[in-house]
Nanobody, 125 residues
Framework: QVQMVESGGGLVQAGGSLRLSCAAS????????MGWFRQAPGKERNFVAA????????YYADSVKGRFTISRDNAKSTVYLQMNSLKPEDTAVYYC??????????????????WGQGTQVTVSS
């Protein structure tokens, strides 16, 4: 089982940057694909980015492609989301999530059984 704690959220002006971190506990981090999702008030939880176990494969939502970068450090059991050129529409609670060990990278929230508590990102115009 994997437990995650997100950090790095906050208030930033449009055009600014934030780096989210997700520290995972448990022995299985390096064997689990990881993802970032976000949920704005009154909206569904949506896919943002995902990364394979090795970090070689990465997927991005079209809305963040070219602005956000997902990465992972398996030695530190941490996954990151670097967010640049932030827009007000990026405002949401951001969640990191883990798939079960030895599964493949996915963009589907229901395929991630383990979730962090979320971190708020607010982008002002």
């Amino acid at each position: 089982q994997v437990q995650m704690v997100e950090s790095g959220g906050g208030l930033v002006q449009a055009g600014g940057s934030l780096r989210l971190s997700c520290a995972a506990s448990g022995r299985t981090f390096s064997t689990s694909p990881m993802g970032w999702f976000r949920q704005a008030p009154g909206k569904e939880r949506n896919f943002v980015a995902a990364i394979s176990r090795s970090g070689e494969s990465k997927y991005y939502a079209d809305s963040v492609k070219g602005r956000f970068t997902i990465s992972r450090d398996n030695a530190k059991s941490t996954v990151y989301l670097q967010m640049n050129s932030l827009k007000p529409e990026d405002t949401a609670v951001y969640y990191c999530a883990a798939r079960n060990s030895f599964t493949i990278i996915s963009t589907v929230a229901s395929e991630y059984p383990y979730w962090g508590q979320g971190t708020q990102v607010t982008v002002s115009s």
